[in-house]
């Protein structure tokens, strides 16, 4: 909790700083712009962690994620506390945690007005902010921080809506009625209505009309692009057909028929993508398509980056590459993404640039909000009052800082989660049910070692330790 003479100096600061950056730009015209960098942060939907070549998966093949990978930094525990696309895009926006910026699962709600949005927070300080690709929270990117938009996909085109199926002929659920729009509220069915196989492509294109765009302007760049690629519906891209046998794509290693449990969504819209027991064949097909969707987006996120160095941009450039969450796809007999496990809390979280150092890997504990505080002072930008992500500029650059202890994580009023770095403890409230994952010994969490008496301190603590995060973050399962 901020107390109100902390958070009218650090608004105040923030202010002062503001200003004074917008009148240095003024008067130091183009070269003020080489002050300061330009930032590119992507974020795809529902690509689970494993999914990077260059971090461990042989069968995928990621050439772009690679090269970041080796140009960069990876984030190995970064997470998605709460595994659901809109309460994990507004954390991304405000900086802020679920049950402060009034965004959550438990029944989705307004992004809180007297937040600094990301957007602001860059606009404010001389950035072009700018927003592509999918957007799913209230409001649009223009009233949300964000100056201007392309390739804008997001819901209203519902009158346009048909029914569809996907790769493997089951009906479609998801996107259904989406389309891309203008910033003046005009709609763009003949590009495609609901997802379309090639719709990566479209995002990457308006990415690169912005950065040209910006290669051409006094003024540095903050250029955030989301992909609605790797999310079901599966459609297989334009010229991917049997870039992926199922055959030769080995079942996740925590592969179950079903969930030993209702971990209280086995009934929900993603759990139903699959039948019932998942089979070996279902969940290698839908790998297949996946991966191809995953190896699609990567080639469009290619030829999005060679513009920036075609453009002369990128000495000045940082990229960061994460997702608004992972995915089950199999794993522990899930199909979704409303879960606690390491596949789904778990994010791709790549950084590369000025100053970031290459091909090495942190293991640090983070959250996606901490990207917003992080970008701010990679930028120089001073962090508003309302950010409670905590920037990672100090793990960047040392290997052993740690940012938080523990990570907290939460679905609806059904699951709550604790990890530290080496424990996870999973609470399901409403079943009166725990597991206890020992990820030092056991990363896919296979054997629950909650009900073995060798391990009941562990357990009081980290229940203790759980409890506490739901205090501190206002858990309204808590505080009703």
């Known amino acids: 909790m901020f107390c109100r003479f ?24 183009d070269a003020g712009r080489q002050s300061k960098p330009n ?26 994620l690679d090269r970041l990978v080796r140009e960069g930094l990876a984030f190995t525990r970064a997470i998605a506390p709460d595994p659901l696309c809109v309460p994990s895009r507004a954390e991304i926006l405000t900086g802020c945690r679920e049950f402060a910026n ?10 809180r007005q007297d937040l600094t949005l990301w957007g602001d927070a860059m606009r404010s300080a001389g950035y072009h902010a700018w927003y592509v690709g999918k957007w799913m929270n209230d409001g649009k990117p223009t009233t949300r921080g964000y100056d201007q938009t392309r390739g804008l996909f997001a819901a209203g085109g519902s009158r346009w ?12 659920t998801g996107y259904r009625g989406w389309v ?40 540095p760049f903050f250029l955030h692009v989301n992909f609605t690629a790797p999310h079901d519906p599966l459609l297989m ?17 925590n592969f179950l028929p079903r969930h030993p449990f209702d971990h209280g969504n086995l009934e929900g819209r993603d759990e139903q993508l699959l039948p019932w027991p998942r089979t070996p064949d279902d969940v290698r097909a839908d790998l297949a398509v996946y991966y191809a969707v995953i190896t699609h987006m990567d080639e469009q996120l290619g030829r999005v980056l060679e513009t920036v160095r075609a453009t002369g941009q990128a000495e000045r450039t940082y990229v960061i590459f994460t997702s608004d969450n992972g995915l ?5 007999g899930l199909r979704g993404k409303q879960n606690m496990y390491e596949h789904t809390v778990g994010v791709p979280l790549l950084l590369s640039g000025p100053g970031i150092p290459k091909n090495e890997v942190r293991a640090t504990q983070c959250y996606l909000r901490d990207l917003y505080p992080t970008v701010c002072e990679l930028a120089g930008v001073p962090i508003p009052p309302s950010v409670q992500g905590r920037s990672l500029v100090a793990a960047i650059h040392n290997v052993s800082a740690e940012v938080y202890p523990h990570v907290f994580g939460h679905f609806q009023d059904v699951q709550r989660m604790i990890r530290t770095d080496r424990w996870k403890l999973i609470h399901y409230p409403r079943i009166g049910r725990f597991q206890l994952f020992d990820l030092g010994n056991d990363p896919l969490e296979r054997e629950n070692l909650f ?11 980290l229940r203790a330790r759980l409890e506490a995060c739901q205090k501190e973050a206002g858990d309204p399962l808590l505080n009703p």
């Open 451 to 461: 009900e073995r008496p060798e391990f009941a301190a562990i357990s009081a603590d």
């Open 237 to 253: 891209p334009p010229g991917y057909t049997g870039a992926y046998k199922p055959g030769d794509i080995p079942l996740p290693k």
């Open 180 to 219: 891309f729009q203008g910033d003046d509220g005009s709609m763009d069915p003949e590009l495609g209505v609901g997802l379309t196989p090639d719709i990566s492509t479209k995002f990457a294109d308006a990415a690169i009309e912005l950065i040209r765009r910006g290669a051409e302007s006094p003024k």
């Open 39 to 64: 930032f590119l942060v992507v974020v795809t939907d529902d690509q689970r962690p494993d999914t990077i070549g260059a971090l461990g998966n042989p069968h995928i093949r990621t050439p772009t």
């Open 161 to 172: 809506a048909r029914d569809a199926v996907d790769f493997h002929g089951r009906p479609v």
């Open 102 to 111: 009034g965004v959550s699962s438990l029944g989705g709600g307004r992004i």
């Open 328 to 332: 089950a796809i199999g794993s522990h």
């Open 6 to 29: 902390g958070m009218l100096a650090r608004w105040m600061l923030f202010l002062a700083s503001a200003g004074m950056a917008c009148t240095a730009r003024c008067e130091a015209g």
